[in-house]
């Protein structure tokens, strides 16, 4: 019973794939494959997706959509595994629909799945095929095999019942079918990014830059580049195919509830007097040991060029900011109106490119990369409290960057350990970095002078060489007086946080 459910809830998952990606590129409705996965990148442990991210590279979404799959067959298991106990049709297909009825409401509302005709594509068809693929029909299916099937009898070996032959047939064929059809919606994730990719408008210079000078004390064997090219910029999204925006037909809309206040182009964002800054971004995701930061020059404009902040509605409490994929966050309506808050355009020195939000993307250094929404579609003032993506799953609606450092590298001369690395605080700046051996003193480290207070910070540091120390650590003191946290802090709800301790 197991092995034969198992096989006619698979059979079916992928037989009402075919009509659901059919509407998918001739409808434009969305996956239900693509919004499981989307559900288990954003909530894959951070240790785990990025050792994923690693191992698999460009794979690794693709990989995340085969879950999208297996979820899928589940819930068709489940009602499968039940009607089996009825015997007459009209009994299983009742059985079968009763029972789905659940399963459809968990995915609709669970994994955010909004797209009614995605879901009658999927599920009519593959509720049909369970009922057809079902145990009633196999003994059909035997009688029609007939002498066929005695002659594969035969052939494989003598004296085994027919039944058990189509049986071994059925559990042989099932890898092959399951593991074909993981093949192919990987491989259609795969290349469905592929082509969005070579779709994607390539940047083009959007504002003079030049690449800050290196200070030789900070050369880059011992600390980071000071700038972060655009192709080494961390990259992550919730998406498994992230959006390329056609500009031509892209516009950005300020509204209020129903009402829209503004409208702009993208040739009209452009026209704007834009200004240029340093800005640091940090990932969520970025444990005390992984490196999801990444600093620019960013160039774009304010809020305020868009709408007067005159015009902002009476009992407007927060300003939502919403992308084309869907993913959104709010900012009090005081910091998305300060000089902070940037809507940026370019990245060092071009516009930006699709996997890092064009045509236009929020940067609010306060904050971890989450609330930077990229691909951005609407801005909008709203009278009640916003849940974006992240607070959906339990995060904090307020996620300032907490204050840390790395240690890039260290290297040692002559009796002396010299270190380096850089410390982050948002735009609370950092006034301070001590670095010491083991359990020994404290010593004040070298600060490079910054070229902007929302950019992380370069230092490095000498001290006594101790060959019996096993560990090196580091601590930033930001702007505010604060010491980064001797303490490890959990990611969830509020981000990592935690001392910086290398082992020598």
């Not at 009614?116 to 095929?129: I, M, Q």
């Not at 052939?155 to 993981?182: E, N």
């Not at 994607?200 to 830059?209: D, G, N, T, Y």
């Not at 959104?328 to 940037?342: C, I, K």
Request: charged share 20%.
């Amino acid at each position: 019973m197991l092995k034969k459910t198992i096989r006619d809830s698979s059979i079916a998952t992928l037989l009402g794939l075919v009509p659901h990606y059919l509407a998918f590129y001739l409808f434009g409705t969305s996956l239900l494959t693509e919004s499981i996965a989307e559900w288990i990148m954003k909530n894959t442990p951070s240790a785990a997706a990025l050792w994923i991210l690693e191992t698999f590279g460009p794979l690794a979404k693709p990989f995340a959509m085969t879950g999208g799959l297996f979820m899928l067959g589940l819930c068709l298991w489940v009602p499968a595994m039940l009607s089996y106990w009825r015997n007459r049709k009209y009994e299983r297909f009742f059985v079968l629909v009763v029972l789905a009825v659940p399963a459809v409401v968990v995915i609709q509302r669970f994994f955010e799945y909004r797209s009614l005709g995605g879901s009658l594509a999927f599920w009519v068809p593959a509720l049909l095929a369970l009922l057809i693929v079902g145990k009633p029909h196999l003994e059909l299916l035997d009688e029609d095999w007939g002498e066929a099937s005695e002659y594969a009898m035969q052939f494989v070996g003598k004296g085994k019942p027919r039944r058990d032959f189509l049986t071994s047939i059925g559990v042989t064929a099932l890898p092959i079918v399951m593991g074909g059809g993981v093949v192919l919606v990987a491989v259609e994730s795969y290349l469905r990014e592929m082509l969005s990719a070579n779709r994607a408008v390539e940047p083009v210079r959007l504002f003079s830059f030049e690449t800050p000078a290196e200070n030789p004390r900070f050369a880059r064997s011992l600390v980071r580049p000071w700038l972060t090219k655009v192709s080494e910029f961390y990259r992550m999204s919730k998406n498994a195919v992230d959006p390329t925006i056609d500009p031509r037909g892209w516009r950005l809309a300020i509204n209020a509830g129903d009402r829209r206040l503004a409208s702009y182009s993208y040739s009209e964002l452009l026209a704007l007097p834009r200004q240029e800054r340093f800005v640091t971004l940090r990932c969520i995701s970025n444990t005390l040991s992984s490196d999801l930061m990444g600093n620019a020059a960013w160039s774009g404009i304010r809020l305020s060029q868009l709408i007067a902040r005159d015009r902002v509605p009476p009992g407007t409490i927060a300003v939502a900011f919403e992308g084309v994929d869907g993913h959104g966050d709010s900012l009090s309506v005081d910091y998305a109106f300060s000089d902070e808050t940037l809507l940026a355009l370019g990245m060092n020195g071009d516009t930006l490119d699709r996997r890092h939000g064009f045509p236009i993307r929020v940067l609010c250094p306060r904050y971890f990369g989450f609330k930077h929404i990229k691909w951005l579609k609407e801005i909008r003032f709203v009278t009640e409290p916003y849940v974006g993506t992240y607070q959906k799953m339990g995060y904090e609606r307020e996620a300032p960057v907490h204050t840390m450092c790395s240690i890039d590298n260290f290297t040692r001369e002559g009796g002396r350990l010299v270190c380096g690395g850089i410390a982050f605080a948002g735009s609370r700046g950092i006034q301070r970095v001590q670095v010491r051996l083991g359990q020994g003193e404290w010593r004040d480290a070298e600060l490079e002078t910054g070229l902007s207070p929302l950019s992380w910070v370069r230092y490095r540091a000498e001290l006594p060489d101790d060959s019996a120390a096993a560990t090196l650590e580091a601590r930033a003191m930001d702007g505010q007086g604060n010491w980064q946290a001797d303490r490890i802090v959990p990611m969830f709800p509020a981000g990592v946080a935690g001392p910086t301790i290398r082992k020598l």
